[in-house]
């Protein structure tokens, strides 16, 4: 278990939540400095966010906190029903007796929860709100419940329905179940009070309210069409990017990875590549006035404006002047 000094233990032992600890580079976005990629000591990337203004003014602060690996506290999240893990960054340690605390638990999670559905290999937790939001914000998303799903087994059949604490460790995009221990059943929330929304991120100041929508009356001209995993077939999504001049603005992680984005109609795509790699990118621009490069990869997880691109992998092919193409007359 992490020393209470690191994670504090809650009073009541039905207290929602889910944090941890990380260690890896902050790369904020070229349009929105308090949402980047976060980029794990294992090399792995994630949407992260900065939540509080005191850790962005920080940052802005001191910029060459960004050019290192720092350890973290976070709160793993689900955004908007999206696949994979987004980290928002609470905490940076920067104080030495409390990194010598914390370095020894780098990517270790606690998450106390409802549990939802297990199955032989997994088992996902819904995480709620412990406190009722402010009039007037109940809509918004950071208040609603989310799903993390951990990887492990549980020791008792009848857990769904129930209150389990669990301490987990990160390996890659997974968080893998160390131990769990059954609380007993879900509490009714909220638990606390509140009549203003959490500091952490200063909601009160930056969103208006939210107001409620009718729901659309169906539309009859439309056919139905049965949809289902009876109706699908197993596929398998690539993505392929193309561009045709060297990115402007080049990040080096300190892995020495190369991070850069692309304008994709709008979809801004964040591109992680190892120096060996970019250096194809490199090389045509010194070497082919026309060239251009195909970027592929896979879906990732989903960022602010757009979205990571998994596995990427780079081909670069010299470009001929269409006048060199024509045919002689």
Known sequence: MVEPSIIA???NPLFYRAVGIVKGQYVPST???RRGIFV???EENFPGMIVTNRISKLLLDNPEILNSQHIWSCYPRIKNGEIGLEFDLLQLYRNPEKLEKVKS???YFTISGEVQSVNESSVTVTIKRNMAPPPGQEHWQIWKPFTLTLQGQLPELDAVGKFWEFDCMRSGSLLLIESASLKGEP???PLLSNAVSPGAHDTTKTQPPIPK???KAPNTTQPTFQTGDDMAISGKLEITI???SFPDEIRTTQNGGKSFEVDCDGQMV???VKPKMFKKLEDAQVNWPLWVAAIGGKLGARTANGFILEQPTIQTFERKPKSELAPAT
């Open 242 to 244: 193309k561009i045709n």
């Open 9 to 11: 233990t809650p009073e």
């Open 31 to 33: 349009y929105k400095f």
């Open 213 to 215: 929508k009718a729901p």
């Open 270 to 272: 964040s591109i992680t």
């Open 105 to 107: 638990r780098v990517d």
């Open 40 to 42: 794990t000591s294992d």
């Open 187 to 189: 509490p009714q929330v």
